[in-house]
């Protein structure tokens, strides 16, 4: 007697097998791509919009710094309540209100009224960015799959955050300040309606309350940790209040938030993630990775434009190389992670790096495009090599139900780095550039003060002086920089290889968990496949009944379908001596 199977057809909200989640990927790497673009596109601008405007030295700091600060104190709070009310629905609010803060921030005619939209801006970018790979990881749970599409992601926000200075320079020469941000809204226009049609909705655990203290503590503490570290980038004694006070309260807010997670039956964030090596040392390399960077790539863009006399147009030119190796690197990268590993993946990407930053202390006072072009496309490939693997390995340690936090501590991890490099490379900067114009013959003592704070505000204050002084300081502050950007590049590469050697602790074989219904359930909900996670991570080897209870694989209750059982295919790195599945 045969008996028939009807499997309930998936809802709307799946993510289908096939084409459609390349379709999905597309939207939510145009919606990164949005938010990248925002995040630099604004530094080509100020000249003019400072001109426009006329704010204070205070309100120009705002303005710079109230989206990235708002974005990463708030990924944590956005991230884990998308896991809870629908990644998707969190996804879609945040594009309507980056386009409408977009609108505000094009046609502002004050400063307080640009740093408000600046802040509304950090608040959707906060909703789109840990949503678009949480969304992710659910619409491709096959590994392999998955590192596909995070190397498209990876990539798309490198173009973002290079193509910002381009496009921006192109816009401010060609309209006035306000286009930089109005380029958004035909965007958001379009992407708002496909994402509502398209986009899969997916939601991680939902057992217990929201913890809304836990969240604004999170928020808090993260953007205590951040303002202070800007405030030491931009100069500020570590022992001031405003820069003391900011740090060590944030820090604070952070270990109660730790110490409160780990206490409640239902955290907003798992903290036993962290006991597993493979996404600590992947968090730990993302934060190194920009550490050692970030700081570094604001300071080439001076070099390019102060030492070179570069345009910003041209000076954005001049990085397009650095976007088309993170470009290849991004399409190569599943790819090489089966082959090599994520061990040797992330080791070596910080390697080429290292490598790439070390060619770079041979540029002078004189232009090099040959040189800066090889060390550019070292140093987006090796730089895009180690955060594909890295984002990767992480999410992929993560279980689904913690898809949205996961993606948020990895975000939060990006930006604390990308802070924290720019206040030590600076610091670094600054203190290999300033002896340098000590004793300049002919310069007064207070002028050679005011040229150590900056290479343009020594360009004024030779200017003003003139004759054989001016063009003394000119040229001494120049050979400074250039003596300061060389340490500030070794200091850089020190840190990369600490990262290799921080690589060592992830795996050495890339795991992929086959299992054909979890696929197929996965865009839907992830309670099953996150019980399933935790079964296995314990060792317990059951997969859950229908009632919830463990079975044994092997012995099914008899109300349960007959299920594929859960097992981990290790793809071997090339020469391993044993041959990949």
Not at 80 to 94: F, H, K, N, P, Y
Not at 167 to 188: A, C, K, R, T
Not at 242 to 265: D, E, M, N
Not at 273 to 288: E, K, P
Request: net charge positive; glycine share 10%; aromatic share 6%.
């Amino acid at each position: 007697m045969s008996r028939t199977n009807t499997a309930p057809a998936p809802p709307r909200a799946a993510a289908d097998g096939g084409a459609n989640r390349w379709v999905v990927l597309v939207v939510l790497c145009v919606s990164l791509l949005v938010v990248a673009l925002d995040a630099t596109i604004l530094h080509v601008a100020i000249p003019s919009l400072t001109e426009d405007l006329r704010p204070s030295s205070t309100s120009l700091l705002w303005i710079v710094d109230a989206y990235p600060l708002v974005c990463a104190s708030l990924l944590i709070l956005f991230g884990t309540l998308g896991d809870r009310v629908g990644r998707r629905r969190i996804l879609l609010l945040g594009y309507a209100l980056f386009g409408i803060a977009s609108a505000v921030a094009a046609l502002a005619t004050e400063p307080s009224v640009l740093i408000a939209a600046r802040v509304l801006l950090g608040v959707g970018g906060a909703m789109i960015m840990p949503a678009t790979l949480s969304i992710l990881r659910a619409v491709f749970p096959d590994r392999r799959e998955r590192a596909t599409a995070i190397g498209v992601w990876t990539a798309v926000a490198a173009i973002g955050a290079a193509t910002g200075p381009v496009l921006g320079g192109f816009l401010v020469e060609h309209y006035w300040w306000g286009s930089v941000f109005l380029i958004n809204i035909p965007l958001m226009a379009l992407i708002l309606p496909l994402g509502r049609r398209l986009l899969p909705e997916s939601r991680g655990a939902t057992d217990g309350p929201w913890d809304v203290l836990g969240a604004l503590m999170a928020a808090a503490g993260v953007l205590g940790c951040v303002l202070g570290v800007k405030r030491v980038g931009a100069g500020d004694a570590v022992l001031a209040l405003p820069t003391a006070g900011p740090l060590l309260l944030g820090a604070a807010l952070l270990v109660l938030f730790v110490r409160r997670q780990k206490r409640r039956p239902h955290p907003l964030i798992d903290v036993r993630l962290f006991s597993r090596a493979a996404f600590t040392t992947s968090v730990g390399c993302i934060v190194l990775a920009m550490l050692a960077l970030v700081g570094l790539q604001l300071i080439a863009v001076q070099y390019l434009q102060l030492v070179l006399g570069l345009s910003p147009l041209e000076t954005g030119l001049r990085l397009l190389p650095l976007t088309f190796a993170a470009m290849a690197a991004g399409a190569t990268g599943s790819y090489t992670l089966r082959r090599i590993g994520p061990r040797r993946m992330v080791g070596w990407g910080f390697v080429l790096t290292a490598a790439a930053v070390l060619l770079l202390t041979f540029m002078g006072q004189h232009d090099r495009p040959l040189l800066l072009t090889v060390g550019f496309v070292l140093l987006g490939f090796g730089l895009q090599t180690t955060l594909f693997s890295a984002y990767e390995s992480m999410l992929s340690e993560a279980p689904q139900r913690s898809a949205g936090a996961a993606a948020s501590i990895g975000e939060t991890s990006y930006q604390l780095g990308a802070g924290m490099g720019t206040a030590l490379l600076g610091s670094v900067m600054n203190a290999a550039y300033a002896p340098g114009l000590a004793s300049v013959p002919g310069v007064p003592a207070e002028a050679s003060r005011a040229a150590g704070n900056s290479l343009g505000e020594a360009y004024q204050v030779a200017r003003q002086l003139g004759g054989a002084a001016g063009e003394a300081l000119h040229q001494a502050a120049r050979h400074a920089f250039v003596n300061g950007l060389h340490m500030t590049l070794f200091v850089s590469a020190g840190l990369l290889l600490l990262g290799a050697a921080m690589a060592r602790r992830l795996p050495r074989v890339m795991e992929c968990p086959v299992d054909a219904h979890a696929d197929a359930d996965m865009g839907v909900d992830a309670s099953v496949e996150a019980d399933r996670d935790v079964d296995l991570d314990a060792g317990s080897g059951s997969v859950p009944s229908s009632e919830g209870a463990p079975t044994p694989v092997g012995r099914l209750s008899a109300s349960a379908e007959p299920r594929v059982p859960t097992t981990r295919e290790a793809i071997e790195p090339a020469g391993s001596g044993r041959p990949a599945h």
